[in-house]
C-alpha cells in the first residue's frame, strides 16, 4: 500500500500481544495481517471472524484496506488485538460509531494476565501432591 495515502491508525493489545492497524481511506475491503492475507495469518475461522467483527458492525467492510501488524502474545490474542485496534482506528474516521463499538465490547480492554508462579507450588496455584507417609 502506498504510503502517501492517508489513513486513520489505532492500538490494540490483549494479554502479550499488541497490534497496529491502519484504515486506508479510499479502499477495496482487503485485510492484511503482517503483510499476508487474513486467511493465512489466521487459521482458525473464529480468529478471522473476530479480526472483521468492528467493519462489519459499522457497515464499513469496503470502505477501507486494513493494515495490520501484530507482534507477540498467540494467535488468539492477536486476533482480539487487532480487532480493538481496528475499532479504535474507526474510531478516528467517524466518532459516532463510539457507541456501537463500545456496546460490543470492542474498545475496552481485556485485563486479564497470566499469574505468575509462586515458590514451592507446581503453577500459579498447583500445590504439590500431600503424601501423608
Partial sequence: MAET????????????????ARLYVPGSGRVLVNDRTVEEY??????RIA??????????ES????????????VAGQAIAARMAIA?????VDPE??????????LTRDAREKERKKPGLKRARKRPTYTKR
Fill in 51 to 60: 479480526v472483521y467483527a468492528p467493519l462489519k458492525l459499522t457497515g464499513t
Fill in 42 to 47: 489466521f487459521g482458525r475461522e473464529i480468529d
Fill in 97 to 106: 460509531y463510539r457507541s456501537t463499538l463500545k456496546a460490543a465490547g470492542y
Fill in 88 to 92: 479504535r482506528a474507526l474510531l478516528e
Fill in 63 to 74: 470502505r477501507f484496506n486494513v493494515s495490520i501488524k501484530v507482534n507477540g502474545g498467540g
Fill in 5 to 20: 495515502q492517508q489513513y486513520f491508525e489505532g492500538v490494540g493489545r490483549r494479554k502479550e500481544a499488541t497490534a497496529r
